[in-house]
């Protein structure tokens, strides 16, 4: 009996190893690949970065919310999207800045990280209701839904202004590494590995930590978060290596935006809503301070630095540390 839960553990070891090879390689041909596309389309790779990268990496997110939509996990569908968000911020950005300081354009500091800043906060304002009693209710409605969706509308117009506008500009780009052709080819089979490499690495993960008896909470902000954050992980160092800083960013606040106005908002959509039960008021605060954080820490200097980038980390553990403790104390 022991013997079998010992090989199948060591199958699921297997399979996690093979998808953390699914996902570096993947990461490295979709940075590549998007930033050959935007110097063949002659736009900005920030622009890529919010769509191209942003979109393709959180295809797990989404994947993961229908399937726990279908499933009827509410706890892992809210908790994956700010557990991968406060990730995406705190994590990412905090070991990106640590491998080479950030430089942050005057555009994205004045408008994609506030527009970040504006619909995290207005999530946790549609998911916190009142009722008569005056007892907090973490509820997410159809209309709440749909006031997302509103939301990501607003950031599609952007987007096509944006596109617009370096149009008319009309910049000099560098040269592109790859023809339109290849790029294109390299971003879909980059997208394939990551989303591949990543669905080994949770579907494996949860399979082993279920077997400690973990809350849904606990595993949706850390096992699941992280796992489905592992494309923006893996995307995101490699754009740090490469001195990708527009992709880099584009791709962390796109992500985010994606992840609560459609991770969120469409199953919801169809659902009708959701009331999670076990979320507490400390996950929702670390949310909207990730994302002032960095709203902040890019408007000083442009830069996020690397003593920034440390700072990011150091918080980042001492939330999941609590976590932790929680888990153990079960």
Known sequence: MYLGIYMEILLQFILLAAGFVFLIKGADWLVDGASSAASNFKVSKLLIGLTIVAFGTG????????????????????????????????????????????????????????????????????LLDVDLSEAVINTFSRADAIICLLFFGIFLYYLISLARKNKKEAKKVEKPKYKLGKSILFVLVGLAGIVAGSELVVNSASTIASTVGISERIISLTIVALGTSLPELVTTITAARKGENDLLIGNIVGSNIFNICIVLALPVLFSGGITPDNFEVI?????????????????RGHEISRIDGALMLIIFFIYYGYLGYGALAV
Not at 63 to 82: E, M, Q, W
Not at 84 to 111: E, F, Q, R, W, Y
Request: aromatic share 4%; hydrophobic share 60%; net charge neutral.
């Open 283 to 299: 996950d929702l605060t670390m949310l909207i301070l990730s994302s002032f954080l960095i709203c902040i820490l890019a408007r």
């Open 59 to 126: 295809a797990p997110e989404l994947a993961v919310s229908f399937s726990s939509f279908f499933n009827g996990s509410t706890d892992i569908l809210i908790g994956n999207v700010i557990g991968s968000n406060i990730i995406n911020v705190l994590l990412l950005i905090g070991i990106a800045a640590i491998i080479c300081p950030i430089k942050v354009k005057k555009d994205t500091v004045s408008k994609e990280l506030p527009l970040l800043l504006l619909i995290s906060t207005a999530l946790i304002i549609l």
